[in-house]
């Protein structure tokens, strides 16, 4: 580490010799400027230095920001590889007892950080300037650091940390006091798309800040300008939300369109199952926390199947003893699995605790790819959406091209007569309802990546997959793709408009207006009924 910190410092100083020719080197009178004294003297004194482009600066800061810099009346010392020298020098020297420590307040290490940050846009390594650009657009810039960025900016070869660099060029231009800068700096940030750069643009708007007509002007022009590509930023984000809460509705409906949609069974009980997935992922996790933590990152591989096992195990476990005897009775049905949701719940709160739990995101899951300045998609929903899909593919394929699929469609159908072709519609009774359990509970181990995991967590949701089933149309796989799609992106499209609970309101008005329409829903059951 020691060696990769005196490789990249060696680095930045002989660039800074290469650009500012013959560099004014470090004096011991500037190291004691920068080290003692008020706040401002010693900024000032930071960015002077910065500003002459001076190659051990770098050193000698890093120093300051790690408390490894001492000093008194006369000169300040700095401690590297076990010894002590004067800073500016190359003279050793032992600090005297009464010397002090440089004590940095939160504006000195700002200060401190920044000036670091600028010299680290000459880095040879296109990877520590990018690093540094996004540092120093988090950082408020003085005007005195203007040099140094306009040196990198002449300096970077790179086009993309080009465009960056000239957009921070702009925003220490935009505030300067020559107005033609300045009306050159807000011309040119209305070719940035960036939120920082909107709140920059509405600060210099208000009321006397900016006096200049031709100045104000500009900046309108540009505010719009970066208004607009924030709008996309935002729409394709709202899309992007609603595709997601879709994926996670399409996973939890897709048991029920198997318990409710194929036969028929109203199971109140399916959120419960949910949650059953969720704790086995949140005991897999611990698991691996405590028995394997060097391969932690793959506990999710292990969750998957263990939440559909122990989910569909309970399911079978229900059909077995409850459900078995309710088949054509909706309302008996709906009491006994609600009952039965109940005793889940209590049993997980006596055993797991009340309290939410927390479930751990794989380092793999964590972070988002950043595709605007103001949309970042998350690596754990963009590992959801596909999740679900992959789900969707598997039990279609299950339903269409198994043995397993051609039993259930067929006592689905006709029960007498697939009873008297030697199916055993007993058995695959169990095995159906088994089957929409362990999909509820691969929905549970993936809700449990986005949030906390308590006893409550399927009741969010069982409302809103049923509206997907419905809407869908009963028993069809496609029509529960496009309602559990369509349901996400609108809902989240009308809480840009309305908030959360009023549209909550509205996709539920919406529902039963098309229900009323179209009460097969949107794709209906062809043929006739084999009971009829």
Request: a neutral charge; hydrophobic letters at 55%; glycine letters at 10%.
């Amino acid at each position: 580490m020691v060696l990769r910190t005196l490789l990249s410092v060696a680095q930045v100083v002989s660039l800074w010799l290469v650009l500012a020719g013959a560099s004014h080197a470090l004096t011991a009178q500037q190291a004691l400027a920068m080290a003692a004294g008020e706040t401002d003297e010693r900024i000032a004194a930071l960015n002077a230095a910065a500003a002459e482009g001076d190659p051990a600066l770098a050193a000698f800061v890093q120093a300051m920001l790690d408390d490894g810099v001492k000093f008194d009346e006369k000169q300040a010392y700095v401690t590297r590889d076990g010894k002590s020298y004067v800073a500016g020098t190359d003279s050793e020297a032992t600090p005297p007892a009464e010397a002090e420590d440089v004590v940095n307040n939160n504006r000195m290490r700002g200060a401190l950080e920044a000036a670091m940050g600028v010299l680290k846009l000459v880095s040879p390594d296109r990877a520590v300037r990018a690093a540094a650009l996004t540092e120093l657009a988090r950082n408020p810039l003085d005007e005195a650091q203007l040099p140094m960025i306009e040196k990198a900016y002449a300096a970077e070869t790179d086009a993309a940390l080009k465009a960056r660099l000239e957009n921070l060029r702009a925003t220490l231009l935009v505030s300067v006091s020559d107005p033609a800068r300045r009306l050159e700096a807000a011309t040119a940030l209305g070719a940035s798309a960036e939120a920082g750069v909107k709140s920059l643009l509405q600060e210099r708007l208000a009321a006397g800040v900016e006096t200049d007509p031709a100045v104000r002007a500009a900046l309108l022009k540009s505010l719009a300008a970066v208004e607009s590509r924030l709008a996309w930023g935002e729409r394709l984000g709202v899309v992007f939300t609603g595709i997601s809460l879709g994926s996670i509705l399409l996973l939890v409906a897709l048991g029920l369109a198997i318990t409710y949609g194929l036969m028929g069974v109203i199971n109140m009980a399916h959120g419960e199952l949910m949650m059953i997935g969720a704790y086995a992922t949140y005991v897999v996790q611990n698991a691996f926390r405590a028995w394997l933590p060097g391969m932690f990152d793959a506990y999710v591989l292990v969750a998957i199947p263990v939440s559909f096992l122990s989910a569909a195990l309970v399911g079978a476990v229900l059909e077995r003893s409850v459900i078995r005897w309710l088949y054509g009775r909706p309302l008996e049905t709906l009491l006994a699995t609600w009952g039965i949701s109940l005793m889940l719940m209590q049993a997980v709160r006596s055993l797991f605790g009340a309290q939410n739990v927390a479930v751990e995101n794989p380092s793999w899951l964590s972070g988002g790819v950043q595709v605007a300045s103001n949309l970042i998609l998350p690596f754990n929903r963009l590992a959801i959406v596909a999740f679900a899909f992959l789900v969707l593919g598997g039990v279609a394929l299950m339903i269409s091209r198994t043995r397993l699929g051609l039993f259930v469609r067929g006592v689905t159908q006709n029960r007498r007569m697939a009873a008297c072709m030697g199916v055993n519609t007993a058995r695959i009774d169990t095995y159906a309802f088994s089957l929409g359990a362990g999909i509820a509970g691969l929905a549970g181990c993936a809700l449990s990546q986005v949030g906390n995991v308590g006893p409550d967590l399927g009741q969010g949701y069982i409302v809103d997959a049923f509206m997907v089933v419905v809407t869908g149309g009963v028993g069809q796989l496609a029509g529960t793709v496009y309602a559990a799609l369509g349901l996400g992106v609108l809902n989240k499209f009308l809480e840009g408009f309305s908030g959360a609970v009023l549209a909550k309101i509205m996709v539920l008005v919406c529902i039963v207006v098309f229900i009323q329409k179209r009460p097969q829903g949107l794709f209906a059951m062809k043929g006739r009924s084999a009971e009829a």
